[in-house]
């Protein structure tokens, strides 16, 4: 029996903690410290309004490492968070990151090797308020490895979360996937952020229609140096998803800024514009949003 741990109880990683849960429970654990132990078995967590009473751990069990950890954490608390998994991660342990960004796996890479680190993204419509997480579609997890190594286990997860019934996709081009979704990032989340926009504006705002071709061209351009061939289908497929997904759902950086919280936009805007350095490549948009961003931040 394949065990499978979570590392965060956003709105992510809740979704599918409580998919893999419907699906057996005893595969499920959720590393925590004690102190989010005690909180989460008092106040439960629900998720579409149906309650979970995950099975917390604070170490491993008898010597018995997971097959995967799914890492579902703001940028922010990587650091901590890769604390708390050296007790968890064996010799055979996949970690698959779920993170915002670029850069999460090069980062765990560095720690636990990238035999063991799994490229991935989720494509998600999931709100979080306090311990309530509602959701209207169930999305999608795309992984896969940039070296084909360990594809015994990705094709073992693959099945895993079929059987689930979490739609997934093992990719053979992960590095493009991740790009698309980074694009999603820096265009939709620091948008709604900025004009504290809930997704169903993206349906018939024309000016927002612009400011996302604005800031797409950025994005484009760096991807393209950096040797991802991401273009414009990645682009129109943004802007149709924007479009379908729940009208009153709100990204996870609009979340952020409703509960005062500091947001990923160095992980967004700020990576790009650092690559554009690197590149030679102008981010004029990018740095008028992070610096926005930060501006509203800094009152907080």
Request: some cysteine; aromatic content about 10%; charged content about 25%.
């Amino acid at each position: 029996m394949k065990s499978i741990y979570f590392l965060g109880l956003g709105a992510l990683g809740a979704k599918y903690a409580a998919s893999f849960y419907d699906y057996n429970p005893e595969i499920v654990r959720v590393i925590v410290n004690e102190e989010r132990k005690n909180r989460y078995q008092n106040e439960g967590i629900f998720v579409n309004g149906k309650g979970y009473n995950f099975n917390y751990v604070t170490k491993v069990e008898e010597g018995n490492f997971p097959d995967y950890i799914f890492l579902v954490v703001k940028s922010s608390q990587l650091p901590t968070a890769i604390e708390d998994m050296k007790l968890f991660v064996g010799e055979n342990t996949m970690i698959i990151s779920l993170m915002n960004g670029i850069s999460s796996e090069r980062i765990l890479a560095a720690h636990f090797g990238w035999n063991c680190v799994v490229n991935a993204v989720a494509y998600m419509d999931a709100v979080k308020k306090e311990n309530q997480v509602t959701f209207s579609s169930i999305g999608k997890i795309i992984f896969g490895k940039m070296e084909e190594v360990n594809r015994d286990k990705l094709i073992d997860l693959h099945q895993l979360m079929n059987e689930a019934e979490i739609p997934n996709q093992l990719s053979d081009d992960i590095q493009k996937a991740q790009w698309a979704k980074y694009l999603v990032n820096v265009v939709g989340n620091q948008l709604t952020f900025l004009l504290e926009f809930p997704y169903g504006e993206f349906r018939t705002n024309q000016h927002l229609e612009r400011l996302i071709d604005l800031i797409s061209n950025e994005v484009l351009a760096v991807g393209n140096a950096h040797g991802v061939a991401i273009g414009q289908e990645e682009v129109n497929r943004m802007k149709s998803t924007m479009k379908v997904i729940d009208e009153k759902g709100k990204t996870s950086m609009l979340q952020d800024r409703e509960a005062k919280r500091y947001s990923e936009v160095d992980e967004f805007s700020g990576e790009i514009i650092q690559l554009g350095k690197q590149y030679n490549i102008p981010t004029p948009y990018n740095e008028l949003i992070y610096n926005m961003v930060k501006s509203i931040e800094e009152t907080y």
